[in-house]
């Protein structure tokens, strides 16, 4: 599965110094739709998605994100009927991440209400945010099409709401290139490595971050039903 807007339409120099930045986000978002949609085995140990974790978390706190819960680690969750009914095609976002997901949720979204005045409000970064991307220029809250949870006929077989969850990572970590130009930086880009990777990350739930294992490979075989957990 390609992304609707492919890479080889975006020029260099498209987005000035932030397009190099936008063609590698896309590109992992590409490897994450194909590695989610086909049920790739996962390629990761659980050492090198605690790796991208701890990365996503310290890069929002260098971003100045000030009310980021704790992390004290990962767990690996699988698909049960509890999930489905949570997160599947037709569930309601607005309560399926309860009370307990809602700290670092909130955190995020501040960092994006942040990105978008900074894209907006700078004449020079507000000239980046133009088609195909953004396809009403100067305008960072409209962008193009999903790139990763797509409608179709048949479910995928993630569930919707987590795909939604990796398209809300890849269009925080575009605006983060137009808004920053520091991809070093860009907290939502572990995210996306951790889908390339055919994960699913969820989110923090109290203080340990929950990740979907679609197929179990390389040591990811201690996944939990997401029913079972306390």
């Known amino acids: 599965m390609s992304s609707i807007i492919m890479n080889e339409s975006i020029t260099d120099g498209r987005y000035g110094p932030?397009?190099?930045?936008?063609?590698?986000?896309?590109?992992?978002a590409d490897r994450a739709s194909e590695a989610l949609e086909v049920r790739t085995p996962a390629t990761a140990t659980p050492v090198e998605v605690n790796a991208l974790i701890q990365s996503?978390?310290?890069?929002?706190?260098?971003?100045?994100?000030?009310?980021?819960?704790?992390?004290?680690?990962i767990t690996f969750v699988?698909?049960?009927?509890?999930?489905?009914?949570?997160?599947?095609?037709?569930?309601?976002?607005?309560t399926a991440w309860g009370l307990d997901w809602?700290?670092?949720?909130?955190?995020?979204?501040?960092?994006?209400?942040?990105?978008?005045?900074?894209?907006?409000?700078?004449?020079?970064?507000?000239?980046?945010?133009?088609?195909?991307?953004?396809?009403f220029a100067g305008k960072?809250?409209?962008h193009s099409e999903p790139r990763i949870a797509r409608f179709s006929e048949a479910p995928p077989p993630v569930p919707w709401l987590?795909?939604?969850e990796l398209e809300e990572a890849l269009t925080d970590g575009l605006l983060w290139a137009v808004a920053r130009s520091d991809p070093e930086g860009n907290p939502f880009r572990s995210l996306l490595e951790i889908g390339a990777l055919g994960l699913a990350p969820m989110g923090l739930r109290?203080?340990?971050?929950?990740?979907?294992?679609?197929?179990?490979?390389?040591?990811?075989?201690?996944a939990v039903k997401f029913g079972e957990l306390a």
């Not at 932030?18 to 992992?28: C, G, K, V």
């Not at 996503?56 to 680690?73: E, K, W, Y």
């Not at 700290?103 to 980046?128: F, K």
């Open 206 to 222: 109290g203080e340990r971050f929950l990740i979907y294992v679609p197929v179990a490979g390389n040591g990811l075989n201690n």
């Open 78 to 94: 699988m698909a049960d009927a509890a999930l489905g009914a949570s997160f599947g095609q037709g569930a309601d976002p607005e």
């Open 56 to 73: 996503h978390f310290d890069r929002l706190t260098a971003a100045g994100v000030s009310n980021l819960p704790t992390v004290t680690g």
């Open 102 to 135: 809602i700290p670092y949720r909130e955190a995020v979204r501040s960092l994006r209400r942040r990105l978008n005045d900074e894209a907006s409000t700078d004449p020079v970064r507000r000239g980046r945010l133009i088609p195909p991307l953004w396809p």
């Open 162 to 164: 987590l795909l939604c």
């Open 140 to 142: 960072p809250s409209v």
């Open 18 to 28: 932030a397009t190099s930045e936008i063609q590698a986000l896309i590109a992992l």
